[in-house]
């Protein structure tokens, strides 16, 4: 009995240490005046590739399907044609401790320094809401701290995506 007992009290304090996407930290700003709960259909921001930051189209496109696919869920429409009540931008950064590792060049005996990311590494889903017609930011919801799984990347990245617009549209909207 003594051993069973232990043993549950060691899965609840491994449980306590893990987060879990109602966790993680989500920052949310937006303009008041902005009518949100008008908004019905919505189009993706053409992306505009100027940041500073190291890109992964892959998980770009899944994090942009995960907001699609959230926005559908609450009753938004993603249109082809036409003028949207708001446009969508997603950006997707990650951070992480760089290690380095010795790898021979070409095979031979002589060794060079390469660097690659090690499996602290960390991402940041930013979604941003904007005018369609000016392109100002009218929400922005931004999720951090994403532990991306290799094996599955598409359901952090839902989750993250679910997390990111818990506060949208905003009540006051």
Known sequence: MARYTLACVAVLVLAGCTSTTAELPVRVEYTKTTAFHEWKTFRFASDSKGT???????????AQQA????LAARGYERIA????????ATDLVFRGEKTPQVAREGGGAETRPQTYSDARQRGTLIIKMLDPSTGEIL????????????????KELRKAAWRALVEFPPLTG
């Open 81 to 88: 044609d036409g003028t949207p009540d708001f446009r969508v």
């Open 139 to 154: 929400w922005t919801g931004q999720v951090s701290e994403i532990r991306m799984n290799a094996i599955e990347p598409q």
């Open 67 to 70: 907001t699609e696919e959230e």
């Open 52 to 62: 500073d930051h190291t890109r992964y189209p892959r998980y770009e496109r899944m």
